[in-house]
């Protein structure tokens, strides 16, 4: 099969890359080009018969080809046929790219070894808001059906209005006037995961559907396009969770606590994707899209609480030693131990909604303008139940456990009890641990908890830029253009104990809530009883508490943020020869004018032991000059050296710019010029993050299908962020209970403060391996191959070293493939070092984590009937999917003694799929 020749491709990118805005070209642009050019019909006839993955590869290397930029891209190929839920799994094969699982699906993605906080996602070049606390997207919310392709910038232009240090992701949704025919589609799958239904209620099996939809009318002045995607993907998961490992009285380490269990859980997401393009001259165009997605995450989480060293009384303190390894207790026994009975349920739900409208048009050929308007919000709610029973209420009044137990290395603890935890005249609702405040809840009355935090997030903006293009002279094209947005952020949280109507006593679990029993045999605790927890709650079992009576963070985590955002740019396109081979790239600046607040609350504990919240507000205005510069040097047809140097900023994570804190006061320091008071809090006048980054890269594409790449970069982290304490005039906040008698209002806070950084710097290694350069034998065989190497050099103000968020230092990316005659066969591994991750801790808070490092490979083999001969089944494909075939563990350590804290493991899932292309 023949394909438009390479040294016409070169020709046509350079020529199109001087006119056309932004610098990303696509292959429709770049047929519609050739054929206006009156290149010869037979190669465009040609070119258009690849199709499948082989087609994906050769559109993905032309963007990255044509680019102006350092830039990563996959088509809707790539995403469409490997098993990915969402647009995480995808985007992570990509050089330089790395995925952080949540419930063992991706979730955030990190670029060249900075976390999701790190980098900007946009959708269709407009910035979006995020389901989570800041301003890091959890993919896992987009599903990949949808989109068209996604474009990773690692190097910015003036143009690109949404930046991040790490770099910008911009998910891009399909155009119908690109497309040359109607097409209709259906994809459905069947999905199962081999460790089957870990908790009676759990659900084993699901599905994924999507209806596509796209056509032209009106002689292709007008084009439509509409997905609706709905899938319902069940997951579980077997868990050990360690409290910690404390040092005993011989200094030696010996397990805290544990908290194991088995989660059963069903991701539920609907999504509806709309566009409309109306073209009705070549002067004018005007784009809609709109995207909505409702997303719900229910979870079943059931385990046995088992108390250690770190105990609340009785004899669980002490513990027997049996085995002791370089001082830590490997085996021994709980004596006299009560544990907590766990029948959790939680719930996470959402509902995005994003709407944007474009329109560009040419006052001549040479001067274009274009306005774009947009807007997109979020809802998510957490609603989290617990619920605990035991072999009594309280510390020392139920029946004690003698509990075996050995560790297992990475994979946590093996148990051996002696009571059956399953026998429900043994077990019964109410709080086995003195869990309560002992203030507005008795200290043994906690029989259960539920957490309730909420986040809002919403963002507009607006656009207008002028491009002037210029058939001769050094400059090709100079665009301006201004840009305004408005974000505001907001967070609520609270929480409720639960105590059972009938406390003091403990209540048998009533017979119409009880399920079959659900085992525990992967840490040996054999089988616990099973109930209804979600039900009994909503019933009217247990009387409700605020805990933000007494507890000063669920104040302090209440907040928003607010952002006021002006970026105005210019860039100017160039374009010249060297005398040896042409040059062309882009130079301009940006400056930004930001005025953020922060309303919050200021709280602190009374003399009764109760929460004083006082309102709290701070705020900062300031601006920024970023340039930008990029060159392109296309030494030889196939070969290009490209040079980026830019300064980049990432925004503060939203969670540190709140303006909530907690203080105390300290009599004792009352006195003239003493400081009284402490605190510790976020900071409304928090800056972004800043740093200057250069990239260099070399390209040999040997064909349309295939290429290497060699490319370092280095970025020099100008400013970076820190904890640290600060003196602070408190004479705004003032307990009320001791305001008359303050004799100093200063003090010291422990906030974020914006300080010198350090630097990042790494290597890239890409090749694109079509095996028919060997021989026509091996036509439909080929690998993609990527290897990052990443350094990194970073200090705290004290001079402590401090490990990058999301930073593993070596990270590979590969995918096998064949595709031949309508059969498709691939497998897809992602293998990346330990890094500095995050986990949700205690009441949903974030808190770091150390991720070991992992290798996942997925698998696919699929057929196209359009390659058999049979007219009757012509456009449909079938195919069987496999993610984590090695049923891989997601890991975390204690960052300080390199102890296990979690261990999980979510099976492996398959997917049976059909799709139909009318």
């Given at each position: 099969m023949k394909i438009l020749p390479a040294f016409q491709r070169n020709k046509l990118a350079l020529t199109i890359s001087s006119i056309v805005l932004g610098g990303i070209v696509n292959i429709s642009s770049v047929n519609t080009l050739a054929q206006e050019d009156g290149l010869n019909d037979q190669h465009l006839e040609e070119e258009l018969i690849v199709t499948g993955f082989r087609k994906s590869i050769m559109d993905s290397i032309e963007t990255k080809r044509s680019a102006t930029t350092v830039v990563e891209a996959i088509s809707a190929e790539d995403i469409g046929k490997l098993p990915d839920s969402s647009i995480a799994e995808s985007i992570a094969r990509l050089p330089g790219l790395a995925a952080q699982r949540l419930d063992g699906r991706a979730s955030s993605v990190s670029v060249r070894g900075l976390g999701e906080n790190f980098s900007a996602t946009t959708l269709n070049g407009r910035e979006q808001v995020s389901i989570g606390d800041n301003r890091g997207i959890e993919f896992d919310l987009y599903p990949s059906e949808i989109m068209s392709g996604v474009t990773v910038y690692k190097s910015p232009h003036a143009g690109l209005l949404t930046q991040g240090i790490a770099g910008t992701i911009d998910l891009e949704t399909v155009k119908p006037l690109d497309r040359s025919e109607r097409i209709i589609q259906l994809n459905g799958a069947l999905e199962q995961n081999n460790l089957g239904e870990l908790n009676p209620d759990g659900q084993e099996q699901g599905y994924r559907g999507t209806f596509s939809y796209i056509d032209q009318m009106m002689d292709d002045t007008v084009g439509i396009a509409l997905a609706i995607a709905k899938m319902e993907s069940p997951n579980q998961e077997e868990r050990w969770n360690a409290w910690g490992y404390p040092q005993n009285d011989d200094d030696n380490y010996v397990l805290g606590g544990a908290k194991p269990f088995v989660r059963s859980s069903v991701l539920d997401r609907s999504t509806i994707m709309g566009v409309i393009e109306y073209k009705p001259s070549e002067k004018l165009k005007v784009t809609g899209d709109a995207l909505y997605i409702d997303f719900a995450d229910e979870k079943i989480l059931r385990g046995i609480e088992i108390p250690g060293y770190w105990s609340q009384g009785g004899d669980n303190e002490v513990i027997e030693t049996l085995s002791l390894e370089n001082n830590f207790v490997t085996e021994g026994i709980l004596h006299g131990t009560q544990v907590q009975v766990r029948n959790d349920f939680e719930k996470r739900e959402a509902e995005m909604s994003a709407f944007g409208l474009n329109v560009a048009y040419s006052f001549t050929d040479d001067l274009d303008i274009e306005g774009d308007i947009s807007h997109s919000d979020i809802q998510r709610d957490i609603f989290s139940l617990e619920s605990y029973a035991g072999t009594g209420r309280g510390i020392n009044v139920g029946e004690e456990d003698e509990i075996h137990f050995e560790m297992l290395g990475d994979r946590g603890v093996m148990f051996s009890p002696i009571l059956d935890y399953s026998d429900d005249s043994l077990i019964e609702l109410g709080g086995a641990l003195n869990w309560g405040n002992g203030e507005t809840v008795p200290a043994d009355a906690q029989d259960g908890f539920i957490n309730m935090p909420t986040v809002e997030d919403e963002l507009d903006a607006v656009r207008i830029s002028i491009t002037k293009t210029f058939d001769d002279g050094f400059i090709s094209a100079l665009q301006g253009g201004i840009n305004y947005s408005e974000r505001t952020k907001t967070k609520a949280d609270s929480g409720v104990y639960l105590t059972l109507d009938n406390y003091p006593d403990t209540l048998p679990i009533p017979e119409r809530y009880r399920l079959s029993d659900t085992s525990l045999n992967f840490i040996g605790m054999g089988k616990m009883v099973s109930y209804d927890?979600?039900?009994?709650?909503?019933?009217?079992?247990?009387?409700?508490?605020?805990?933000?009576?007494?507890?000063?963070?669920?104040?302090?985590?209440?907040?928003?943020?607010?952002?006021?955002?002006?970026?105005?740019?210019?860039?100017?396109?160039?374009?010249?020869?060297?005398?040896?081979?042409?040059?062309?790239?882009?130079?301009?600046?940006?400056?930004v004018q930001t005025d953020q607040s922060s309303d919050g609350k200021a709280a602190a504990i009374n003399d009764e032991g109760r929460v004083d919240i006082q309102d709290s507000h701070g705020g900062a205005t300031y601006s920024d000059i970023l340039p930008s510069l990029n060159i392109i040097a296309p030494i030889t047809e196939q070969q290009t050296v490209r040079f980026a140097a830019a300064k980049t900023m990432s925004r503060s994570r939203m969670d540190r710019m709140n303006t909530s804190y907690s203080f105390s006061f300290d009599q004792t320091l009352n006195i003239p010029g003493g400081e009284p008071f402490g605190a510790d809090g976020g900071n409304p006048e928090l800056k972004p993050n800043m740093a200057n980054q250069y990239d260099l890269s070399y390209e040999y594409y040997f064909s349309d299908d295939g290429y290497i790449s060699v490319a370092a970069f280095y970025k020099e982290l100008d400013s970076w962020q820190y904890k640290e304490i600060v003196p602070y005039d408190f004479a705004e906040i003032l307990p009320p209970d001791v305001s008359d008698q303050v004799e100093s209002t200063l003090g010291n806070i422990n906030v974020w403060v914006n300080a010198d950084g350090g630097r990042i710097s790494g290597y890239e290694f890409t090749a694109v391996l079509p095996a028919n350069l060997l021989s026509e034998a091996l036509d439909g065989l080929g690998a993609i191959m990527s290897a990052t190497f990443i350094d990194s050099s970073l200090e705290t103000a004290d001079g402590e070293d401090q490990k990058v968020p999301g930073l593993s230092e070596e990270i590979y990316n590969m995918t096998l493939y064949y595709e031949n005659r309508g059969f498709q066969l691939r497998t897809s591994m992602r293998k990346r070092d330990e890094f500095n991750g995050e986990r949700f801790a205690n009441s949903f808070v974030r808190e770091e984590a150390e991720v070991l490092g992992s290798e996942l490979w997925d698998a696919q083999i699929s057929y196209d009937f359009s390659e058999s001969g049979i007219d009757s089944i012509d456009g449909l494909t079938v195919s069987l999917q496999a993610m984590n075939l090695t049923n891989e563990p997601y890991v975390t350590v204690n960052p300080d003694t390199g102890f296990i804290r979690d261990y999980q493991v979510f099976g492996t899932t398959y997917l049976l799929g059909a799709s139909y292309r009318f």
């Open positions: 927890s979600y039900q009994l709650w909503k019933d009217g079992y247990y009387t409700e508490t605020p805990e933000d009576l007494t507890v000063i963070s669920r104040a302090t985590n209440d907040w928003n943020v607010s952002e006021e955002i002006t970026v105005s740019y210019l860039k100017a396109d160039f374009l010249f020869e060297t005398g040896l081979f042409p040059i062309r790239g882009n130079i301009g600046l940006q400056y």
